[in-house]
């Protein structure tokens, strides 16, 4: 089997895990469209509870996503996600049976307490070898992506035959789904991946979230979801004011989304084929901005909301497509999986504060003060972003290293540091192994295992 692709136990890890993602992730996407519309039957509904209903799930996942992998580090990977997904499950039932807003967020918020995605993308480190890992994560992400765009044709129509419960109902039974799929289709696995490609530890977030470029990137993951939790508190309603109803949502949706990632592509061409990344993610956000404060604007026509849809969302596939590739490449060597531990929590928190942030403005204030909002964050993101610099493009591996003190360690760091198309080299004694990050164009291997003395 050639080291340039996928041998047959990375691709059914690829396939299945990935299929585990997308079945939880459409679940909680069905909602988002939907709440803010079905919800109003419930006891004690509010704006603010509406908000809160949709963000609860991003604040225990993101509270909850480090100690859950930590857990599959002792237990075992498959143990803690069936765990997560019956608690996930149990989650939704509570949502499903809620007659008051109140059991419904009790519910979301039980929903994020199942926070596998660590412990997924751990066992997917476990899987595969360390050349071919970047493409089963593409795989998954690629279903993940894929999940929302079903998810927005899902939803309305589940909720206009079934009500909210019956969105509710559907993830329970995608996560039992879920369930099945671990148990008798993903491999298992004696847990192999370096550690640093797993989940972060407190001295790892430490010193990562104190490094002032993925600071900027930590901070705009949670500003990018915090404005799409914050528009979906309060664009469903607008679209029903200009005259579309709930059941047909998904006849706007679909071809929005199917648009937005193809106008997404000439622009991730000058990103990456013309060096201009720096240039496409700034006008990424202002795209987004600008998207924003039309909406502001755009009151009473569906084109006009259409068409905004549409620049969000080239901006938002651009730069969730653009943001995890750059934390990997300033991400220390040996501290990938920590700083998308981080990165992760970062994007979790957003949601939730995207829920609180629409809720609470929609309560006391219009639905063109939520936009207004989401510009806002835009402009505060476009200058916080401002000064970031693009690092060059890079690959990590990772090379067993035999050790005996801690003096070797460092000469070897050295040596490895000094080899052609080495940008950084980390020794981590602990685990007898190497992490470096390198430009593979003039990088050589065997020079590598020579000084390493694997030849």
Known sequence: ??????????????????????????????????????????????????????????????????????????FGRKPIIIAGLIVFALGSVVAATAESIYWVTVGRALQGMGAIASALLALASDLSRD???????????????????????LGPMVAAAFGIAGVFWLT????????????????????????????????????????????RLDIGVMFLHLTLTTLFVVLPGQLIIGGLVAAEHWQLYIPVLLLA????APLMMVAIKKGKEKAAFLASIVLLTFSSISLVLAVNSIIAIALC???YFVAFNFLEATMPALVARFAPANQKGSAMGVF????????????????????????????????????????????????????????????????????????????????????????????????????????????????
């Not at 939907?34 to 419930?42: D, K, N, T």
């Not at 894929?146 to 927005?152: K, N, V, Y």
């Not at 990632?261 to 997404?264: D, P, R, T």
């Open 131 to 153: 050349e071919q890992r970047p493409k089963v994560m593409a795989v998954i992400g690629m279903c993940i992506g894929l999940s929302f765009a079903i998810a927005m044709l």
């Open 344 to 455: 992760s929590s970062g994007q979790f928190f957003g949601a939730f504060l995207g829920g609180l942030l629409g809720g609470y403005i929609a309560e006391f204030g219009e639905p063109q003060g939520v936009f207004a909002a989401v510009a806002c964050i835009g402009v505060i993101w476009l200058a916080i972003a401002w000064n970031m610099q693009i690092p060059p493009k890079s690959k990590i591996i990772s090379l067993s290293v035999p050790l005996s003190d801690v003096e070797k360690a460092a000469d070897i760091a050295d040596k490895l540091v000094m080899l052609p198309g080495v940008i950084e080299a980390t020794v981590v004694r602990e685990e007898s192994r190497s992490y470096l990050k390198i430009d593979d164009k003039i990088f050589d291997l065997n020079q590598a295992k020579q000084v390493l003395g694997l030849q």
């Open 172 to 215: 329970a039974i995608l996560a039992l789904l879920g369930i099945v799929i671990i148990v008798f289709v993903v491999p298992s696995a004696i847990q192999r991946a370096p550690k640093g490609d797993t989940v972060a530890s407190f001295s790892d977030i430490r010193r990562l979230v104190k490094d002032p470029q993925l600071m």
């Open 309 to 311: 849809m549409l620049f």
């Open 1 to 74: 089997m050639s080291n340039h692709s996928l041998n047959p136990l990375e691709r059914r890890a690829a396939v299945s895990l990935a299929s585990v993602f997308a079945f939880r992730m459409l679940g909680l996407f069905m909602l988002m469209p939907v709440l803010a519309i079905y919800g109003q039957s419930f006891a004690n509904v509010s704006p603010m509870w509406i908000g809160l209903a949709i963000g609860a799930y991003g604040l225990t996942q993101a509270l909850l996503q480090i100690p859950m992998g930590w857990l599959s580090d002792k």
């Open 261 to 264: 990632f193809v106008f997404m």
